[in-house]
């Protein structure tokens, strides 16, 4: 049974950091994209950022440059590094794992809110 446990989220001050870390247990993804989603409240979920398998990343415009995207396939797990924080990052943050067949899993979500 795949399972996906997110950490890292919390209420931090606008320019403030943060580190979300996904780790999966039950399979091994190190051959697969991860990617980090967010949603905030009232909005659709978005793809923040993704990184394949080669450690390649692609990141949503609005945090290039702000947010990296890593991995550790010895651990199963993928990181969200987040500088320079601003309000408008405030969301649930999912992480996604693909697998085999298009078979894909969500972890369960960690609060980020950005506030003074």
């Known amino acids: 049974q795949v399972q996906l446990v997110e950490s890292g989220g919390g209420l931090v001050q606008p320019g403030g950091s943060l580190r979300l870390s996904c780790a999966a247990s039950g399979s091994t993804f190190s051959i697969y994209p991860m990617e980090w989603y967010r949603q905030a409240p009232g909005k659709q979920r978005e793809l923040v950022a993704g990184v394949t398998s080669g450690g390649s990343t692609n990141y949503a415009d609005s945090v290039k440059g702000r947010f990296t995207i890593s991995r550790d396939n010895a651990k199963n797990t993928v990181y969200l590094q987040m500088n320079s924080l601003k309000p408008e990052d405030t969301a649930a943050y999912y992480c996604?794992?693909?697998?085999?067949?298009?078979?894909?899993?969500w972890g369960q979500g960690t609060q980020v809110t950005v506030s003074s």
């Open positions: 996604r794992f693909w697998s085999t067949g298009g078979l894909n899993y």
